[in-house]
């Protein structure tokens, strides 16, 4: 039963074309972002967004899955639909942020680990019952010449491994989240390394916790340079890089790795999406779990006003069609121009 249940929702959420929608911003985070456009974060306000971000007409085409915060999962559009089921309707299947965020690792200076184990198995089971159908935790490395150390790839892998394995036991399917971040001045070659390792680390941890490979996605970060380093690089040379280190350390098994966007712009995540799609065919389908990448246009569009709704769903609308591009390695710049 639970392994039909995993195997309908990887049918459901791997879809040529398709992506993921992560709008699973934490309290502290959604905070943020809400400030950039003057916006309080208040119960309302993150429901307001969130309805309008559902809501989009036709989002459907070109995003398979939505990550929600567990707030959202009880919230209604003003004509009182169950954001859950807006999401249903438009054929988008619903998802849900399980871990509860990361804190200093003991023991390891500089290094973090995510928290979220305790209890999982019986909040997944509630999460269920509210029409959540897989979930996302988020392992965070942070890159220095000396981190993340040995203590901290094997800690957050091992977290990794085990909130899979009570996923699958569950019915739910996981999203792995392995984030190499991208703050700091560190080269592209250190991205990789790192990256690599990390990789390496947690598919030896899913291995040992009987995660079957087949009903998971992967989400990780591409190889890029530090955001303060000298050199940026374009998007041919970040599709060669990542592609090289996932090659070395993804099972073929895996269906489909869906990078999240980590602080790059809108335009520099899709241009690298559709990079890699054009280095030809892969092991694994290669598309989108963005957050920012996908809501930041929009955002700014809104700006917390009712009547700019339909602007800002016009400019989702436009970053998901456009990732939904990438995916067949179909976008060109031009594309960001034309409405
Ligand atoms: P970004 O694409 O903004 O990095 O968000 C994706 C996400 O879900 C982070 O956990």
Known sequence: MTQGELQATMHALVQKGKGILAADESGPTIAKRFKTISVESTEENRRAWRSLLLTTPGLGEFVSGIILHEETLDQATDDGTPLPQCAARQGIVAGIKVDAGKIPLAGAPGDEITQGLDGLAGRLAAYKRQGARFAKWRAVYNVSDTLPGRLALEANAEALARYAAICQEQGIVPIVEPEVLIDGDHTMARCAEVTEAALHEVFHALH????????????????????????????????????????????????????????????????????????????????????????????????????????????????????????????????????
């Open 208 to 339: 040992r916790h009987r995660v079957v490979l087949e009903h998971m996605l992967l989400k990780p970060s591409m190889v890029v340079p530090g955001k303060t380093h000298a050199h940026q690089a374009a998007p041919a040379e970040v599709a060669v890089q990542t592609v090289r280190v996932l090659r070395r350390t993804v099972p073929a098994a895996v269906p489909s790795i869906n990078f999240l966007s980590g602080g790059q712009t809108p335009e520099e995540a899709t241009a690298n999406l559709d990079a890699m799609n054009l280095l030809g065919l892969q092991p694994w389908q290669l598309s989108f779990s963005y957050g920012r990448a996908l809501q930041e246009p929009a955002l700014q569009a809104w700006k917390g006003q009712a009547a700019h709704a339909r602007n800002s769903q016009d400019a989702l609308l436009k970053r998901a069609r456009l990732n939904g591009a990438a995916c067949r390695g179909q976008y060109s710049a031009a594309m960001e121009a034309a409405d």
